[in-house]
């Protein structure tokens, strides 16, 4: 069995009671046939390919947030030609985009043509978030994602929701119980070009619980919980 994955030592501390109150938040959804919240999380490999032309900040942050996953998470994931089942798509005329050139690409990712027309529809819609993100989840286990980011207006907006989505899609859920330090609780403006986005301590340690060895895929939030408790002796830098 491969090593649980490691946080680097200087790490700067993370609040144990805040950690665990993330977890419980961020980590666990209802799946299908499921009558309890379980933990959703990806098995296997994640291979990320990219459409379009993102900006050099969105590039960095794909490329900055990918690595500091695999590193504290132990997944092999990165960018391949082969089997991709991590896309990131990225268009300033997405509804075109999506449902023309990309559309053998992006809709399987919905369950019918309908659905799949109204979602790239409203990417373009007033006010509506510059992205969209979709998951395919098979046998209790994230198996594939897609980001949709739309380009060419408010970029550090775009940027901001490129992060939000790239750890969603990576199992963290929610975000209303974070704590402050977290990537996902920071301004816009910290997200503006020349500030690729990078994890905070507290994301990977909530990170590190998730996909720890001894936390089981698709495991229910009251024995993920207990799990949770015990591995938080092992997470460096916990107060």
């Not at 960095?60 to 994931?77: C, W």
């Not at 991590?86 to 309908?114: C, K, V």
Request: net charge negative.
């Amino acid at each position: 069995m491969a090593p649980a994955p490691a946080i680097a030592a200087e790490q700067a501390a993370v609040d144990r009671a805040a950690l665990l109150r993330a977890f419980s938040d961020a980590a666990f959804s209802y799946l299908p046939d499921a009558q309890e919240a379980r933990l959703l999380k990806w098995e296997g490999e994640v291979r990320i390919a990219g459409l379009g032309t993102p900006s050099r900040t969105m590039t960095l942050t794909v490329e900055e947030l990918s690595r500091a996953i695999k590193r504290v998470t132990g997944l092999a994931m990165g960018y391949t030609g082969q089997e991709v089942n991590f896309l990131i798509a990225f268009s300033n005329r997405p509804e075109a985009d999506l449902t023309g050139r990309w559309a053998d690409y992006a809709a399987p990712f919905f369950e019918d043509e309908a659905r799949f027309r109204q979602a790239a529809a409203s990417l373009e819609a007033a006010d509506a978030p510059p992205c969209l993100a979709k998951l395919v989840i098979e046998e209790r286990a994230i198996r594939a994602a897609l980001i949709v980011v739309r380009t060419g207006d408010d970029e550090a907006l775009a940027n901001q929701c490129l992060a939000h989505e790239i750890l969603g899609a990576l199992g963290i859920i929610r975000t209303s119980r974070l704590p402050d330090d977290s990537l996902l609780r920071q301004p816009t403006a910290a997200f503006a070009a020349g500030s690729p986005a990078s994890l905070s301590d507290s994301d990977r340690a909530l990170l590190w619980l998730i996909y720890h060895r001894d936390m089981p895929h698709a495991v229910t939030k009251t024995d993920g919980m207990g799990i949770a408790e015990l591995l938080l002796e092992k997470v460096p830098g916990l107060e």
